[in-house]
């Protein structure tokens, strides 16, 4: 069994800021890589950001220069820093985790989602 709680969204006024965490536990050997996905009203889910266990990122366009991706390793976390947010930026946010388990299986993991709204 493997859980992935998201938190810390909320609503934000344009030019506001927001750190949203995604913890991983259960029975998990190695978490392999994550990643946050957004998905507004109306839209497909994208991808907004990932790192991997080498620590290497990528960022989509949208967020690049105001959303910043950490990992710590040791708790099994990943940090979504998020600054100068947009109206455009209002969406569910979810954490995803690519997983292998103490019985060797690798698996996606997806949190259940954490509101950000952004609006004046």
């Known amino acids: 069994q493997v859980q992935v709680v998201e938190s810390g969204g909320g609503l934000v006024q344009p030019g506001g800021s927001l750190r949203l965490s995604c913890v991983v536990s259960g029975s998990i050997f190695s978490v392999l890589a994550m990643g946050w996905y957004r998905q507004a009203p109306g839209k497909q889910r994208e991808l907004v950001t990932s790192?991997?266990?080498?620590?290497?990122?990528n960022y989509a366009d949208s967020v690049k220069g105001r959303f910043t991706l950490s990992r710590d390793n040791a708790k099994n976390t990943v940090y979504l820093q998020m600054n100068d947010l947009k109206p455009e930026d209002t969406a569910v946010y979810y954490c995803?985790?690519?997983?292998?388990?103490?019985?060797?299986?690798?698996?996606?993991?997806w949190g259940q989602g954490t509101q950000v709204t952004v609006s004046s």
């Open positions: 790192i991997n266990s080498d620590g290497i990122t």
């Open positions: 995803s985790v690519n997983c292998l388990t103490i019985e060797l299986s690798r698996n996606d993991y």
